[in-house]
């Protein structure tokens, strides 16, 4: 069973900076593929950004040149680092895990139960 355990959300004013975090015990290290993304109330969920089993990433259009994505294999941790944030970003965030090359596509078979941002 695949347990991933997001944190690090919260809520800061336009402009701030948070950083996301996502525990997958042995499946970083392995090198799966993970992504984070985002749902907002009464949206859809959207892709974020995601990390390869080659570390290439991808990024959502909304997000590129102010979010990051990268992972610690050691401590097997995906990170989001999220700055100049706006208050479209406000969304419950999940992270997500599979074995296959999926970038932002929806079809992860594994996610977490999420942790919100707010900016306002």
């Known amino acids: 069973h695949v347990q991933l355990v997001e944190s690090g959300g919260g809520s800061v004013h336009p402009g701030g900076s948070l950083r996301l975090s996502c525990v997958a015990p042995?499946?970083?290290?392995?090198?799966?593929?993970m992504a984070w993304f985002r749902q907002a109330p009464g949206q859809e969920r959207e892709g974020v950004a995601s990390?390869?089993?080659?570390?290439?990433?991808t990024y959502a259009d909304s997000v590129k040149g102010r979010f990051t994505i990268s992972n610690d294999k050691v401590k097997n941790t995906l990170y989001l680092q999220m700055d100049r944030l706006k208050p479209e970003d406000t969304a419950m965030y999940y992270c997500?895990?599979?074995?296959?090359?999926?970038?932002?596509?929806?079809?992860?078979?594994?996610w977490g139960q999420g942790t919100q941002v707010t900016v306002s």
């Open positions: 042995g499946y970083i290290s392995k090198g799966y593929c």
């Open positions: 997500a895990e599979d074995t296959r090359p999926l970038g932002l596509r929806q079809t992860y078979r594994h």
């Open positions: 990390f390869g089993d080659d570390d290439s990433t």
